[in-house]
């Protein structure tokens, strides 16, 4: 690893605190953005050095300075229908990070993107990166998510070059956006399998994508993006009862039709849309697209050209998280 200085946003997540120990035990010094009291806090007890700052700070170059890679983490991953900050964030915040790398001299810059630009509702079968964006975004994440990429492959050049992962449901120890909202939903009594969950997902464990991060950010060519996951796709259904399990949880057989789902989707929509979003609906086919349909992703990309190959096993990570 080339890589001495980097600067980090996103660095109290659960991404950024663990790529902050992978490049801290690798050798780096890490500087990581924080907004609060409590994410300097925890980006102190990951090996990060806090900076006290926001995306949106004119000044934010100032700080980036001496650094040779910008790891761009930070994002508003909500779910629901669309909000003006969660596009603030994921687009604007992105050009205006950027903006400050270049402006303080850095010449390499990694963008942690999402599988969730190219969903759609149906079935997204071993897809590729060279897959494009739909028509139609299936919703604001997964709108301005894409937008992000554009905004930051808009700043590449010789000078400054970007590239771009795509993980798909990050999981681990420690994990604090998936799992527990896994296990709110069944304590809850909301959780229901779609059409029983027998279908496929790729999946990706913090560690391989801590991995996936590294060789992108140090072999990854000039504007591409790579899908990084764990080694083969898992069956929805299985992977997500093994993961409650290690949280002591079993969970229920419930089940509900894949089209009324799909139809409650569609309606949740038309409640945000006719009410200006003043009504939330918690299922919306951003939801719909994530969670209900097969999402496989092929890594061949990602195994060629960055020598990419997951270190933790499915079993190895459940084992991590008992």
Not at 45 to 51: D, L, M, R, S
Not at 69 to 94: K, M, P
Request: hydrophobic share 40%; glycine share 10%.
């Amino acid at each position: 690893m080339r890589t001495r200085r980097v600067f980090i946003t996103g660095g109290s997540g659960f991404i950024g605190q663990n790529v902050i120990r992978y490049y801290k035990n690798a050798g780096a010094e890490v500087r990581a953005l924080a907004r609060s009291d409590a994410a300097e806090r925890t980006i102190i007890e990951a090996g990060g050095q806090p900076v006290r700052k926001s995306l949106f700070d004119s000044d934010l170059y100032l700080s980036m300075q001496g650094c040779d890679l910008l790891i761009h983490a930070a994002a508003n991953t909500s779910h629901a229908c669309h909000s003006a900050d969660q596009w603030r964030v994921n687009v604007e915040g992105t050009q205006r990070v950027f903006n400050a790398a270049r402006k303080a001299g850095i010449n390499r810059a990694l963008h942690v993107s999402t599988e969730s630009v190219l969903l759609t509702g149906k079935p997204l079968i071993m897809a590729k990166e060279s897959l494009p964006f739909p028509n139609k975004f299936v919703g604001a994440y997964s709108g301005s998510k894409a937008e992000g990429e554009l905004a930051a492959l808009k700043q590449s050049d010789k000078d400054f070059s970007v590239v771009i992962v795509r993980p798909r449901f990050v999981w681990g120890k420690g994990d604090t956006t998936a799992l527990p909202q896994l296990m709110e939903a069944v304590k809850s009594g909301k959780f229901a399998w779609i059409s029983e969950g027998n279908y496929l997902t790729s999946t990706t464990h913090i560690d391989n994508l801590c991995q996936g991060i590294s060789r992108a950010a140090e072999y990854g060519g000039h504007g591409e993006a790579y899908f990084i996951t764990d080694e083969k796709p898992s069956i929805f259904r299985q992977f997500v009862s093994e993961l409650l399990a290690t949280q002591g949880i079993a969970v229920p057989d419930k089940s509900v039709p894949r089209g009324l789902i799909y139809l409650l989707a569609k309606l949740g929509d038309g409640i945000n849309w006719i009410s200006c979003g003043r009504i939330k609906s918690p299922l919306n086919m951003q939801v719909y697209a994530t969670s209900a349909v097969e999402v496989s992703l092929d890594i061949t990309k990602a195994r060629n050209e960055l020598g990419y190959f997951p270190d933790v096993s499915l079993r190895q990570g459940l084992d991590m998280m008992r």
